[in-house]
């Protein structure tokens, strides 16, 4: 057991103290495109993953993208799109904060922040996350360690926000085969060190399609809150991380195979 804000007990019940987005009886099950790239695109796969049991909308509008090149995300232009999609499928959306400059245009649309891996230690950035009054979902850094991770959301309870949902998205390790290497130990260890609820990514976790289901399966069973997926329409064609996207029949797979598991 190591020594961080959530031992106090007193703090624990503050984690629930906002309006929960999902139902804490309900798994959280999240899904959508990486990036939002039209309104066309992010409502057709809202109104499927809705369908198939999704209880929250993901779609990406500022892209932390490793080489400058690559898409960066329809900006405020992909914020409209979330904003209107939401408004016709009643599916509560994430988004994810980069840049604090832009934290109200985010605010306006977000059902939860997302701080994303890059992020995970830009301590100005979680301290101004820390005073809003909606959950934040923390995805764990590329290359961090579980007490860092676990630093990091005690920058965002400090402010007053204890609303957190720490997301396990993989690290970086010598592992070859798989994008990231997820880590489900840190499921586990994450609810036993803070009682913070814990969403798993394995579309980023692994980077491979045909591992989404298996590593989501092994995710709830040691625990998890709920799961992450990337979905698309044409993976083929997505503009960013189709290889891990899911077909929207195989999101009906996951979705049955969840559901058979329970
Ligand atoms: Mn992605």
Same mark, same amino acid.
């Given at each position: 057991m190591i020594n961080n804000l959530f031992d106090d007990r007193k703090n624990i019940e @503050?984690? *629930?103290k906002n309006k929960d987005v =999902? +139902? @804490? %009886?309900d798994k959280i099950i999240i899904a959508g495109?990486?990036?939002? %790239? +039209?309104y066309e695109q992010l409502l057709k796969t809202a109104e499927f993953v809705k369908e198939k049991g999704a209880n929250v909308l993901r779609g990406g509008a500022y892209k932390p993208r490793?080489?400058? #090149? +690559?898409?960066?995300? /329809? @900006?405020e232009e992909g914020l409209r799109i979330l904003k209107a999609v939401k408004e016709k499928t009643g599916l509560p959306v994430i988004t994810e904060l980069m #840049? =604090? &400059?832009?934290l109200k245009k985010i605010y306006d649309v977000a059902d939860i922040i997302q701080i994303g891996s890059r992020n995970m230690q830009n301590f100005t950035l979680l301290s101004e996350v820390g005073k809003q009054d909606k959950p934040i979902m923390l995805k764990r850094g590329i290359a961090s360690t579980i007490t860092e991770w676990i630093g990091a959301a005690e920058y965002i309870a400090k %402010?007053?926000? *204890?609303?957190i949902i720490m997301c396990e998205r993989g690290i970086r390790t010598?592992? #070859?085969?798989?994008r990231n290497t997820l880590d489900l130990a840190a499921v586990p260890i994450i609810k036993k060190e803070t009682g913070l609820s814990v969403v798993v990514d394995? +579309?980023?976790?692994?980077? =491979? &399609?045909? /591992?989404i289901k298996p590593m989501s399966l092994a995710a709830l069973a040691c625990g998890a809150d709920g799961i992450m997926v990337e979905v698309h329409p044409e993976p083929e064609n997505a503009l960013s991380d189709g290889m891990q996207s899911l077909h929207f029949d195989e999101f009906d797979d996951l979705i049955n195979s969840i559901a058979n598991y329970k």
């Open positions: @503050k984690i *629930y =999902v +139902s @804490k %009886e495109p990486c990036a939002i %790239e +039209s490793t080489s400058p #090149d +690559s898409f960066q995300g /329809l @900006k #840049d =604090v &400059r832009d %402010e007053g926000n *204890y609303n010598y592992n #070859d085969y798989t394995p +579309s980023h976790g692994t980077g =491979v &399609r045909y /591992l």
